[in-house]
C-alpha cells in the first residue's frame, strides 16, 4: 500500500538518491490506480505483439476458435454448471459457478459451463470449478458481461464464447452425453495494441483527478517468463504465462535501466520524461492504441 508511510518515505527517498522506481499500476480495471505517487513511473498493462488462440470442439461437430491461452483437454463430458449444483445452491449463483455451489460428486472430471459476470472474478470461478474436481470451465458470456477476450491462463484451462454462441453451447451442455475438448492454444502475429480490460487506467482520486495516473503502458497480458513450476497457474516446466500490470513495470524499469547505462547523470525523473515523451500512442497499423472491453477480466 503506497499509502503507508514507511513505503511512501522509502520511495520518495529512492527517488532523491536517484533511483528510478517502476510501479504496477493494479489489475482493478478502468477508473482504478493503486500507485499514484509522482515521484513513481506507474505502468498499466497492455497487449503485445503476439496472440493466442484455441477452439472449443463439441461432440455435435461444432468448433468455435477465440482468444485463449490453454494446452489443450481431451474429450471430456460437459455440463452446464447449473446442473450439476448443490442441492441446496442457488441456481443462478451456481451458474455463474459461485464459490460453495457445485457438488464434487457431479462435477467431478466434466468440463462446466460457467456464466461471466456476477460480480466474480474468472479466476473465483476457475478455482471453483477445479475445488469441485472439475478438468475445465466454457465461460460463456451473457447479454450484460463484457466482450473481451482474454489470453490469460487460470487453476484450470478456460475457454470463453461469445453472446452469440452461448446459448447453442449450453442447449448442448443440456442434453445427454455432451462432450467436449479443447484444441491447444497456437501463437500468431498481431498489429493491434489495447490496454488489457483488468490494467487498472486512473485517473488518480487522491487529488481528485487533477493526477492522471498511470504514466505510461507496457506488455503485460500473457508474457512468457520463468516461474516456479507448480505455481500459481499450475505450469509443470519453469516457463509460463502470466497477465498483469506487474508483468508490464519489469518492460519500464528495464527500459529505465538502458538509459541511465546510456546517460548515467539523468535524475529518474528525467528517464520518466525519455520514456513518457518517445512513447507511441499508435500501434503497428497506426490506429490509436485502444481499451479492450473492461469486465472482470482478472
Request: one cysteine or more; a negative charge; proline letters at 7%.
Amino acid at each position: 500500500d503506497i499509502t503507508q508511510p514507511t513505503l511512501k518515505d522509502a520511495m520518495i527517498n529512492a527517488a532523491k538518491a536517484g533511483v528510478f522506481v517502476a510501479a504496477s499500476a493494479g489489475n482493478s480495471g478502468p477508473g482504478t490506480v493503486h500507485i499514484t505517487a509522482p515521484w513513481l513511473t506507474t505502468v498499466a498493462a497492455s497487449t503485445h505483439d503476439t496472440d493466442y488462440t484455441a477452439s472449443l470442439t463439441l461432440g455435435n461437430g461444432r468448433r468455435i476458435t477465440n482468444r485463449s491461452l490453454n494446452s489443450g483437454v481431451p474429450s471430456t463430458p460437459l455440463v452446464n454448471a447449473a446442473d450439476v449444483r448443490k442441492s441446496d445452491a442457488d441456481a443462478e449463483q451456481a451458474a455463474l459457478c459461485a464459490p460453495g455451489t457445485l457438488d464434487p460428486a457431479r462435477t467431478k472430471d466434466k468440463i462446466v459451463v460457467c456464466d461471466r459476470g456476477g460480480n466474480l472474478f474468472v479466476r473465483e470461478k476457475a478455482t471453483e470449478v477445479k475445488s469441485a474436481g472439475g478438468r475445465a470451465i466454457v465461460l460463456t458470456h451473457t447479454p450484460t458481461s463484457g466482450m473481451d477476450f482474454f489470453a490469460t491462463t487460470f487453476a484450470i484451462p478456460l475457454f470463453q464464447v461469445s453472446k452469440q454462441n452461448s446459448p447453442t453451447v449450453k442447449e448442448y451442455a443440456a442434453t445427454e452425453n455432451a462432450t467436449a475438448g479443447f484444441l491447444p492454444s497456437q501463437s500468431h502475429k498481431t498489429t493491434a495494441r489495447d490496454v488489457t480490460s483488468f490494467s487498472s487506467g486512473g485517473p488518480d482520486d487522491h487529488s481528485h483527478g487533477d493526477l492522471l495516473k498511470p504514466d505510461i503502458t507496457a506488455p503485460g497480458e500473457a508474457v512468457p517468463a520463468g516461474t516456479v513450476p507448480g505455481g500459481l497457474s499450475g505450469y509443470a516446466g519453469s516457463f509460463g504465462f502470466m497477465s498483469g500490470t506487474s508483468m508490464a513495470s519489469p518492460h519500464i524499469a528495464g527500459l529505465a535501466t538502458l538509459l541511465k547505462q546510456l546517460h548515467p547523470g539523468w535524475s529518474p525523473m528525467e528517464v520518466k520524461s525519455a520514456l513518457m515523451t518517445t512513447a507511441t500512442t499508435k500501434d503497428e497499423k497506426g490506429d490509436p492504441v485502444g481499451r479492450q472491453d473492461a469486465d472482470s477480466a482478472t
